[in-house]
């Protein structure tokens, strides 16, 4: 029960992370390469420390990683974590394919006599 617990902690975190919009800007720019908080940051109308914020919130959701080089900090995206969204919102999208094929054949069934 514990790790289910967990894994709804997780994917809420992910969801709440994906709610602001520029959190989803940051995972944009770093979805094909990894960047440097500074390049980062220049896309942004907003202060050093408010990003800073967005990355923490973003690494604690395991949708960002974030790896020191020197006095540098970059990021890349966190691959498993969009991994774990994509199970959670599979699991609503397969029951939606099951109940539209239900449907299908009923009408199917009404229609056709089949």
């Known amino acids: ?63 960002l990683m974030e790896r020191r080089e020197g006095t540098r900090r970059l990021y890349r995206i966190r691959p498993q974590g969009f991994a774990q969204l994509r199970s959670f919102l599979e699991t609503f999208w397969d029951e939606k394919l099951t109940k539209l094929k239900s449907a299908a054949e009923a009408e199917m069934k009404d229609t056709h006599g089949v």
């Not at 790790?3 to 770093?30: C, F, N, Y």
């Open 1 to 63: 029960m514990a790790s289910h617990e967990d894994g709804l902690e997780q994917t809420q975190a992910i969801l709440r992370a994906l709610a602001e919009p520029r959190r989803v800007a940051i995972l944009k720019l770093v979805r094909c390469r990894e960047l440097r908080a500074g390049e980062i940051s220049r896309h942004f109308r907003t202060t050093r420390p408010a990003i800073s914020q967005h990355f923490r919130v973003l690494i604690k959701a395991g949708l």
